[in-house]
């Protein structure tokens, strides 16, 4: 049996799934179909709010439907709920949410063993076992309050793992993990399907996670609008297609799109030279050795970069990597404490107020007055920024146009969809048309059509009307859109550069990717890892840096021709993910 059996016994079979909350006025699922068969991988995969989440609960048991049916490993979960509870491992969104802050990782899986009444035995063997596999040993005395985003996450899949339940239920496990410990749960979770045969549903809204699944559903506003397997669901676009190129296809079909270019019609243009880049000006951000510490941990370790005029400059890096902190410190909000920066022509330490006035902030939380409307907050924010009286209406209205946010005037932000929320955001951080502008995970979250609406905007106001822009992410594929890369790990600036240069880096280094197709994926992972300890599966797809590549090649097709299996092996170039992996590896770094 493979995973995608349409005719093999499923695992978990939901049918027609509904559920609302607000009395039926808000729809959280709706209509949703699919089934997931022993041994796979399937992922939900969408923006946040699509009702993933709201899926898994019922599956879990923890949320009750309003109609269909659903069955977890032979339970039906809407007429039994508690019953399906002992036969599952359910890991809920956030980082570590199920773990105890004050006890320690050892004490942790105490607790979750006594509550799953796992006999002494076979506790023993699964706790040394599920240790060894997350590299957690050496840390059993640690208090989960002071472990890594990744290592929190590790300990709770530990967790959720100690009884060996048959059906795993994830939510969002991996997001702002960093891009190692991602790594390392994925290879968890492929090695217990590989070796036991475990079924998996996990939510993401990283599109680039789905091609780690065996089958995906696309999920927005509720509704399911298409699955299959990764392979399946690009193959049927024209050309080179991603998952986010499928879900922007489903999600435009029919509608007209506004061209980019006319966003932008409002702003008066600066001087713009040949290259893009605005003429006459020295760098509008400058930071030289720039430092943050609380108490005694360093939030931020004496970082240095320079970002010229009009030029996007991206900071890649899990939660916790210390991107928010430096963002505040350079927009003045937040004192450094060592270290000099100069933004807009203001010295960050002497003339806080004025290098506030020169840029735009778009803050990593929700910071809009939720009680005031779309058209009040640019009101405020005119206001707060001086725009003279008799030019704020004019400039108020023309931005609503231009940024397609003028039928919503009236609307509070609370009841837009995210991706619009963020383009108010983004309107009350250029009204006054500012030099600078700071961007901190703008995109988190966000359905793939805004989040690539957002980044044309990005792009117009960069390279056409020369705002310097200084943008943070967690997503590793948003790489593309930035002119240059700082990759942050522990604080730390560890590698800058195009991201064409920083991958020819890491290859130069430790070479590019091997990746090994075979149907029978399971024999096959077990087979290549035992000669390549380092290699990792991608949904089908079994992958490993390798120095030496073209010997690799051969001593994987022989290994895999003389264990009888069919397989391709080749050779690919690195994605972001891996050139980061790869730096903080080459740098010493990220090992736990």
């Known amino acids: 049996m493979t995973p995608a059996d349409s005719a093999a016994p499923a695992v978990i079979d939901v049918r027609g799934l509904h559920r609302t909350y607000a009395r039926g006025r808000i729809r959280a699922v709706a209509d949703v179909s699919f089934r997931v068969a022993r041994g796979e991988v399937f992922g939900l995969?969408?923006?946040?709010g699509a009702g993933k989440t709201s899926v898994l609960q019922v599956l879990a048991g923890v949320l009750r439907a309003g109609a269909g049916a659903a069955t977890v490993a032979g339970v039906d979960v809407l007429r039994e709920p508690e019953a399906v509870k002992g036969r599952i491992g359910y890991m809920p969104q956030g980082l570590g949410l199920n773990l105890y802050d004050s006890l320690t990782v050892e004490e942790n899986i105490e607790f979750f063993r006594d509550l799953r009444r796992v006999p002494r035995a076979a506790y023993r063997e699964n706790r040394e076992r599920l240790l060894r596999m997350t590299r957690l040993g050496p840390f059993e005395d640690r208090p989960a309050g002071k472990l890594s985003g990744g290592?929190?996450?590790?300990?709770?899949?530990?967790?959720?793992?100690?009884?060996l339940p048959d059906v795993l239920l994830l939510d969002?496990?991996?997001?702002?993990?960093?891009?190692?410990?991602?790594?390392?749960?994925?290879?968890?979770?492929h090695t217990l399907v590989a070796s036991r045969g475990v079924t998996v549903l996990l939510t993401t809204s990283y599109m680039d996670e789905a091609e780690r699944c065996h089958r995906?559903?696309?999920?927005?506003?509720?509704?399911?609008?298409?699955?299959?397997?990764?392979?399946?669901?690009?193959?049927?676009?024209?050309?080179?297609?991603?998952?986010?190129?499928?879900?922007?296809?489903?999600?435009?079909?029919?509608?007209?799109?506004?061209?980019?270019?006319?966003?932008?019609?409002?702003?008066?243009?600066?001087?713009?030279?040949?290259?893009g880049r605005p003429e006459a000006e020295g760098a509008p951000v400058v930071a030289d050795g720039l430092t943050c510490r609380f108490g005694t941990f360093t939030a931020v370790d004496r970082v240095s970069l320079e970002i010229r005029p009009g030029e996007i400059l991206g900071l890649l890096g899990p939660n916790g990597a210390g991107k928010t902190t430096l963002i505040k410190m350079l927009c003045g909000l937040l004192p450094p404490t060592e270290g000099t920066a100069v933004v807009a022509g203001r010295d960050v330490r002497r003339a806080r107020a004025e290098v506030r006035g020169r840029i735009g902030y778009v803050s990593q939380r929700f910071a809009l007055y939720r009680d005031q409307?779309?058209?009040?907050?640019?009101?405020?924010?005119?206001?707060?920024h001086g725009i003279p009286r008799g030019e704020r209406r004019a400039r108020i209205e023309a931005l609503l146009a231009g940024l397609d946010l003028g039928a919503l005037g009236d609307r509070l932000p609370p009841a837009l969809p995210l991706g619009l929320r963020q383009r108010l955001a983004l309107a009350c951080a250029?009204?006054?048309?500012?030099?600078?502008?700071?961007?901190?995970?703008?995109?988190?979250?966000?359905?793939?059509?805004?989040?690539?609406?957002?980044?044309?905007?990005?792009?117009?106001?960069?390279?056409?009307r020369g705002v310097t822009v200084l943008v943070s992410t967690h997503y590793m594929d948003e790489a593309g859109h930035c002119d240059r890369l700082g990759f942050m790990h522990e604080g730390r600036l560890v590698a800058h550069g195009r991201p064409d240069e920083l991958t020819r880096r890491a290859e130069a280094v430790g070479g590019p990717m091997v990746a090994v197709e075979a149907p029978d994926f399971a024999r096959a992972f077990t087979l290549v890892r035992a000669g390549f300890?380092?290699?990792?599966?991608?949904?089908?797809?079994?992958?490993?840096?390798?120095?030496?590549?073209?010997?690799?090649?051969?001593?994987?097709?022989?290994?895999?021709?003389?264990?009888?299996?069919?397989?391709?092996?080749?050779?690919?170039?690195?994605?972001m993910e891996d050139t980061f992996v790869s730096v903080l590896h080459a740098a010493g770094l990220g090992r736990e």
């Open 172 to 189: 969002e496990p991996t997001t702002g993990v960093d891009p190692i410990s991602r790594r390392d749960f994925w290879t968890i979770i």
């Open 430 to 464: 250029i009204l006054h048309e500012p030099r600078v502008l700071f961007l901190d995970e703008p995109t988190a979250g966000v359905d793939p059509l805004a989040r690539r609406q957002f980044w044309d905007l990005v792009h117009l106001l960069a390279h056409q």
């Open 216 to 275: 995906v559903s696309l999920m927005h506003a509720g509704a399911l609008i298409a699955g299959g397997t990764p392979d399946e669901l690009t193959g049927a676009l024209a050309g080179r297609a991603s998952l986010e190129d499928v879900f922007v296809d489903h999600l435009t079909r029919g509608r007209p799109q506004r061209p980019a270019a006319s966003l932008l019609g409002w702003a008066s243009a600066r001087a713009v030279s040949g290259d």
């Open 373 to 384: 409307t779309v058209r009040e907050n640019l009101r405020l924010s005119a206001g707060l």
């Open 45 to 48: 995969i969408g923006p946040d």
């Open 533 to 575: 300890p380092h290699a990792m599966l991608y949904g089908r797809r079994i992958r490993w840096q390798s120095a030496a590549p073209e010997a690799d090649v051969r001593r994987a097709t022989a290994a895999l021709a003389e264990a009888g299996l069919t397989a391709r092996v080749g050779i690919q170039p690195l994605s």
């Open 151 to 163: 290592m929190r996450q590790k300990l709770a899949l530990i967790c959720t793992l100690i009884h």
